[in-house]
């Protein structure tokens, strides 16, 4: 069913009832706050998602859902990443935008998970507005999903990774009824950034999610899982400071306020870089009972678009003041990093010959980047043998002075929204359209036909780079692991301007 509801409006009927939505430009559409699971509240907290209810009448789907609860970002950072907040309790909810609200379209379909380190963001991110997708004919569905410790707390009475379970509960919602919003249910790609690529990396090795998805596109994450003990030790901290049992059943009680901020105290001086207490997918028999990254490289039957940015630790330590504060520790820095990374001293020897300029911190931050992105997936898309891999750099420098090619810097020329206002928080005021035309038409590409535009990886060599020329050593850095012989042949990347 889709009918006009009255002016600049639109009904579809989905499996658990009518929604309305808003009419754009060209005929797109947008229903926001579709509820995919039932408000995981009191007893269901910390359960698996369960069945939404039915609804008589029709449901309006005008404005973002709640999302899901979260401390906010500290003030340094929330000034470059907007993450909005929605109150409520019903946050297990999801958006569509659609350029034909009505089945028999089959249209490709895409799947957003937002990032956030597992503990903030939600798609009600302006950045992450779909409408451009739907313009050029995709299908794109964003989802929110629990955060924290109500996602990833570890306790014994209640199950693990329940926020990658309210992902497949989305997905399912997604193969259920996206037909009726003009989607193709068999062209479904799952994509996501940061901690949302690393739930995609999951979702590949998930066997829950299996059928649920074609193709799915990692950016800026890689498929892993966190030690249970380390998880495990974060719940211990806040029950201790909440002075409460580390059991979902004593958490259930505590007021979520309080919840909240025992978190917040206790993840306050982790970093990605720098690790320490987190919250993060662990292994699991039911939900991942294979280490990711290997099952994932196993899934030859699913295309990838993979990639990173080239400065992706300047997001990490430049507004905080850490890259000045690493740069005086001198050669204990790089010597600290190159321990935690793996590297060896050719490896390290390359990285300098390729930033001779650099400075410690510098040389740190693409190391640790090294370990935790591009060696993990480069060696997911070179693993694989039937399936492509397409493995892509972003390495336009952002017009903030001191954040380069950071992290999460690429979304607002993937989503095509750089003329949203929050886009410049990160980006700066005079990002280019004609790259966001660029790189948001190679994954529109890739939704429709599997293929962004340019070769599959084929196990070695630079990846495609878009916003070029490649900063002087990002290359190098990705591949430092394997020597300087491979370091030197990513000197002259091909280049998407």
């Not at 009518?18 to 060209?26: A, K, L, N």
């Not at 997604?174 to 037909?179: D, K, L, S």
């Not at 201790?240 to 309080?258: E, I, N």
Request: include cysteine.
């Amino acid at each position: 069913m889709s009918a006009a509801g009255g002016s600049g409006r639109t009904r579809v009927r989905t499996g658990h009832g009518v929604v309305e939505g808003r009419t754009g430009p060209g005929g797109t559409a947008v229903f926001r706050g579709i509820p995919y699971a039932a408000a995981p509240v009191g007893a269901l907290r910390f359960a698996a998602p369960q069945p939404p209810a039915a609804w008589d009448g029709v449901r309006d789907a005008g404005a973002y859902g709640p999302t899901a609860p979260k401390v906010p970002y500290p003030p340094v950072f929330a000034a470059l990443l907007p993450d909005p907040e929605v109150p409520g309790e019903d946050c297990l909810n999801l958006n569509v935008w659609t350029p034909a609200p009505a089945p028999g379209a089959r249209l490709p379909v895409m799947v957003w998970l937002h990032g956030g380190a597992l503990t903030r963001g939600s798609s009600a991110v302006p950045v992450y507005d779909g409408s451009a997708f739907a313009r050029d004919g995709v299908v794109l569905v964003s989802a929110n999903y629990r955060l924290g410790v109500l996602g990833y707390g570890l306790f014994p009475d209640a199950p693990a990774n329940r926020g990658l379970l309210d992902q497949i509960a989305a997905l399912a919602w997604v193969r259920e009824n996206i037909e009726a919003f003009g989607g193709d249910p068999d062209r479904v790609t799952v994509f996501g950034e940061s901690a949302g690529a690393i739930s995609t990396g999951a979702l590949l090795a998930a066997p829950r999610a299996t059928g649920l998805f074609a193709q799915a596109a990692l950016q800026s994450g890689a498929p892993e899982v966190l030690p249970r003990e380390r998880v495990r030790a974060v719940v211990r901290r806040m029950a201790s400071l909440l002075k409460v049992p580390a059991t979902a059943g004593a958490f259930a009680q505590v007021p979520l306020p309080d919840l909240l901020a025992a978190q917040g105290a206790v993840l306050r001086r982790s970093s990605p870089l720098a690790g320490g207490p987190a919250f993060g997918l662990v292994a699991d028999p039911d939900t991942l009972p294979a280490d990711p990254l290997e099952a994932a490289a196993a899934r030859d039957d699913v295309p990838l678009l993979l990639g990173w940015t080239s400065e992706e630790y300047r997001l990490w330590l430049a507004p905080s003041g850490a890259l000045r504060l690493l740069d005086r520790f001198g050669p204990l820095t790089v010597a600290l990093a190159r321990a935690r990374s793996g590297k060896d001293r050719a490896a390290l020897r390359a990285l300098r010959a390729a930033l001779p300029g650099a400075g410690p911190a510098e040389l740190a931050g693409q190391l640790l980047t090294d370990r935790l992105l591009r060696d993990p997936l480069r060696r997911l898309a070179g693993a694989r043998r039937s399936a492509p891999s397409f493995v892509y750099e972003f390495a336009w420098p952002s017009g903030v002075p001191g954040l380069g090619s950071c992290h999460a810097l690429e979304l607002g020329f993937v989503f095509d929204t750089l003329s949203v206002p929050e886009s410049a928080w990160l980006a700066g005021p005079d990002a280019p359209q004609e790259l966001a035309d660029r790189m948001h038409a190679a994954w529109v590409r890739f939704a429709v036909a599997g293929d962004p535009g340019w070769p599959a990886w084929n196990g070695d060599g630079p990846p495609m780079v878009f916003g070029g020329p490649l900063p002087a050593g990002a290359g190098a850095g990705a591949g430092a692991g394997a020597g300087a012989q491979e370091a030197e042949a990513e000197v002259t990347p091909p280049v998407l301007p």
